[in-house]
């Protein structure tokens, strides 16, 4: 008997068994992963995207409509949308829900022209599309469930027709991307997208679909040593052009401050200027951006113009690479398979923003450090992960920044791991916590000895205003630059290394006999060493010590002991 609509009690579970069938499948798209610039992994990334989605949907179960739940289906997979294949994936059902926004239910023509519309949106989205990924798969299973669509009624044969079509696109990819045909694989985000048309295919036919993956998981490891062998392991990493895959969202409507209009075409072209690989997609209320860019604080300054930032997320694409392929050579030679590390008794992560400091922490002894901090808070999922890397019977965490420690204790509570979290708020404090940190010791000791390091360090900050503002009897314009004590404002100013001079001159009233100067990423190495000097001409007895931080955010971030 033939199924002549699909109503909302259907859409429902098609969608919850695509999320089954996807996050069954997580390991094996992963394991397909062979760009050469790692960015997130498409399994995960497309499982979490998915999820958020139909999590929203559940909430809006009552609603009755396909087209209500299409929208919170859009809404959901837009908030948690990860990574180009997440991104893609949100905009593949944002058009479909435009496609059937005022629909009770589905007709099998409504249904097909619902997957072009998605294909349509999706396209949009991206700035330079690229075939043979999972697009491609998208737009040739769309066309083939539109002109099957003109011949039947059921809405299960268009679905039949947009699976096989979706099988035999995926097939093709290798045909179309070299990289993927020299790894021997086909594209992973196409690979998660026939997951996700599997699970609703079986939801209409009322059947349970295996958990099977489409690769055992043998053949997973062999694919992913492919992968590295003939992919990755080719490419130097220092020719990233854009080494940071930054993703943020923009929240349009804010009481508090005035924002400038926003054209989400026009807004594109702008953000063209800072990288590549971009995608921006938007309703009245959200914008979600993508984009690799060089210097990620450029375009989240850019996009400050338009409304309040959230859900920042900044990768180190060239460590993310050479982590994939650790224990490769650039040029395709294979060094000896290391052995697992065993599991030691104490593993540290660090949080930290800046290649220098990131590098400094390393040098002290942190096993793992999150690329994170002032604008690019690092998720549960994040730490949560570094504390497996960590591999330790007890692990010490520093979150260094007053809003990534309720992150960290959350993270710390999933894994049911031995964990401390010191509350550290501060790079300074960070520093000093690592210093006073004894392998041989307790935890209980360490974390008495640590918090006490970290209690009798200043830190300071000197940055910039990005409004107008008052704060106390001190008027802010926009542009100014400020000098920060400990979280408060102390010195404004115009000039930066006056500023800076007159934010240590009150860091130093209490006395201190060592002064730490990290300069950031906007800051000459000449200027730091002219303030250190000028420093050292005030106050000769002092230690002054000048390290390249390599922070946003921050011009320069201080610290007296």
Not at 286 to 309: C, F, Q, S, T
Not at 495 to 504: G, P, V
Request: net charge negative.
């Amino acid at each position: 008997m033939e199924r002549q609509q699909i109503d909302a009690a259907l859409f429902l579970n098609m969608m919850r068994a695509a999320a089954r069938n996807l996050s069954a499948n997580v390991e094996a798209v992963n394991a397909l992963n062979v760009f050469p610039v790692p960015d997130g992994d498409t399994g995960t990334n497309m499982n979490l995207t998915l999820t958020s989605g139909v999590r929203e949907m559940e909430l809006a179960a009552s609603a009755g409509s396909v087209g209500k739940l299409a929208e919170a289906l859009s809404k959901g997979l837009l908030m948690g949308a990860r990574g180009n294949s997440g991104v893609i994936l949100s905009q593949l059902f944002r058009g479909f829900a435009k496609g059937v926004a005022d629909k009770e239910t589905l007709t099998a023509r409504q249904f097909a022209d619902a997957f072009q519309r998605g294909v349509e949106t999706a396209y949009k989205a991206v700035i330079k599309p690229v075939e043979g990924t999972v697009l491609t798969v998208a737009r040739e299973a769309a066309d083939a469930g539109m002109k099957v669509a003109w011949t039947t009624e059921d809405p299960v044969v268009v679905m039949e027709t947009v699976l096989r079509e979706a099988h035999r696109s995926l097939a093709k990819t290798p045909e179309l991307l070299p990289v993927l045909k020299q790894a021997g694989v086909v594209d992973a985000g196409g690979q998660g997208l026939v997951c996700v048309y599997e699970g609703m295919l079986a939801a209409m036919k009322g059947e349970e679909i295996e958990p099977v993956s489409p690769v055992s998981q043998t053949d997973a490891e062999s694919l992913a040593r492919m992968a590295h062998d003939n992919a990755q392991a080719k490419v130097d990493p220092s020719e990233i052009e854009h080494g940071y895959c930054t993703e943020f969202m923009i929240l349009l409507k804010t009481d508090r401050r005035p924002t400038e209009p926003f054209d989400e075409v026009t807004f594109r072209k702008e953000m063209e200027q800072f990288g590549d690989s971009l995608l921006v997609v938007a309703d009245e209320e959200l914008v979600k951006v993508h984009i690799h860019a060089e210097r990620p604080g450029d375009a989240l300054n850019h996009a400050m113009k338009y409304g309040d930032l959230t859900r920042i997320k900044i990768d180190n694409m060239r460590e993310q690479y050479e982590q994939v392929t650790e224990g490769h050579h650039p040029h395709g030679t294979k060094e000896p398979e290391k052995a697992e590390k065993p599991k030691q008794r104490y593993g540290v992560v660090a949080v930290a923003a800046g290649d220098g400091i990131a590098g400094i922490f390393r040098s002290m002894g942190a096993d793992v450090v999150i690329e994170g901090g002032q604008t690019m808070n690092p998720s549960t999922e994040e730490i949560v992960r570094a504390i497996t890397e960590a591999n330790a019977e007890h692990v010490v965490i520093l979150p260094n920044n007053k809003n990534i420690i309720l992150t960290a204790e959350q993270a710390a509570e999933v894994t049911g791991a031995d964990v401390t979290v010191l509350p550290t708020r501060t790079i300074p404090q960070g520093i000093a916590a690592l210093l006073a940190f004894d392998r041989s010791g307790s935890p209980e000791e360490n974390r008495e000895r640590m918090n006490e390091a970290a209690a009798h360090v200043q830190s300071g900050e000197v940055t910039y205003a990005v409004r107008d503002s008052k704060v106390g009897d001190v008027e802010i314009k926009s542009g100014d630059l400020l000098g920060i004590r400990e979280g408060k404002i102390e010195v404004t100013g115009s000039d930066l290394n006056e500023t800076a001079r007159r934010l240590l001159d009150k860091m130093l009233e209490d006395g201190g006999e060592v002064v730490t100067i990290l300069y950031g990423r906007d800051t000459a190495e000449d200027s730091a060493n002219e303030l250190a000097e000028k420093l050292l001409e005030e106050h000769p007895d002092l230690e002054v010590e000048v390290h390249k931080g390599g922070q946003p955010v921050y011009y320069y971030i201080f610290s007296v002991e």
